[in-house]
């Protein structure tokens, strides 16, 4: 079963850019659907984006146009870029991977966006 640990996050003015990475470890990387959630204070984690069964990526209407998810298979690492962040970006942001009944969670990693 693969593993996953999230980095990136941090503290950012509106406007402002960060890119998340997760590298996954343990099992075959590439056989896993990836994708990023966010799960805010007091709210339900939601999708932000994921890659679907075909690789097609799929965004949350909230981050459309500015986030890109991308995975880089030879280095077991899915990527989130976050542009043009808002306050209401502000979460913890977790890795997802799913491989039919499997589903794994990173540990997750605080993004917030303040001025």
């Known amino acids: 079963q693969v593993q996953l640990v999230e980095s990136g996050g941090g503290s950012v003015q509106p406007g402002g850019s960060l890119r998340l990475s997760c590298a996954a470890s343990?099992?075959?990387?590439?056989?896993?659907?990836m994708g990023w959630y966010r799960q805010a204070p007091g709210k339900q984690r939601e999708l932000v984006a994921e890659?679907?069964?075909?690789?097609?990526?799929n965004y949350a209407d909230s981050v459309k146009g500015r986030f890109t998810i991308s995975r880089d298979n030879a280095k077991n690492t899915v990527y989130l870029q976050m542009n043009s962040l808002k306050p209401e970006d502000t979460a913890v942001y977790y890795c997802?991977?799913?491989?039919?009944?499997?589903?794994?969670w990173g540990q997750g990693t605080q993004v917030t966006v303040s001025s």
């Open positions: 997802n991977a799913k491989y039919f009944t499997i589903n794994v």
């Open positions: 343990g099992s075959i990387f590439s056989r896993y659907s």
């Open positions: 890659f679907t069964r075909d690789g097609t990526p």
